[in-house]
């Protein structure tokens, strides 16, 4: 079974609100005729934003939180633009991510999902971002923030 549909399985489980441990999906996996690791499980659950939590009756239950994921969309963003990145400048609004060739697509992708609120969107060809803010000064912002994430 792909990870993806897994995935899916996985949070209908979660859902039923009979699940209270890591072991119950497992068994739950199992009679679905789904094989998988405690290991792969955690994995799994920790890139699904899903956390283990006691509701009000006492019992544990499993929950997927609302933000997805912000820390490991972060770690990514990161490790893309440290890899990658070659030049950043702003023209009014724009900002223009120079990148190793065949790499913009990924830094695209993560700008995007890093939920800045300074960015409308981006487009990406082969080795350039272009990014799309609201004003020149939320451009500025984004070039910042770059530069920051480049010098940690």
């Known amino acids: 079974m792909r990870k993806k549909s897994r995935h899916i399985t996985i949070l209908k489980m979660i859902e039923s609100n009979k699940i209270e441990?890591?072991?119950?999906?497992i068994q739950a996996l199992t009679q679905e005729g789904?094989?998988?690791?405690?290991?792969t499980l955690s994995k799994d659950?920790?890139?699904m934003g899903v956390i283990k939590i006691r509701g009000k009756d006492g019992k544990f239950k499993f929950?997927?939180?609302?933000?997805?994921?912000?820390f490991r969309t972060e770690v990514i963003l990161r490790r893309e633009l440290m890899d990658f990145l070659k030049?950043?400048?702003q023209v009014g609004n724009l900002?223009?991510?120079k990148t190793v060739?065949?790499?913009a697509s990924g830094i695209s992708r993560s700008?995007?999902?890093?939920g800045w609120k300074e960015i409308a969107g981006t487009l990406a060809s082969v080795d350039t971002v272009l990014v799309v803010t609201y004003s020149a000064n939320d451009a500025r912002k984004v070039v910042e923030r770059v530069q920051s994430i480049l010098l940690e």
Request: no cysteine.
């Open 21 to 25: 441990s890591q072991q119950d999906i």
């Open 95 to 97: 900002v223009l991510l």
């Open 63 to 70: 929950i997927q939180t609302k933000e997805k994921d912000t």
């Open 111 to 114: 700008v995007d999902e890093i």
């Open 101 to 103: 060739p065949g790499n």
């Open 87 to 89: 030049e950043t400048s």
């Open 45 to 47: 659950l920790k890139e």
């Open 34 to 39: 789904i094989s998988i690791s405690q290991s």
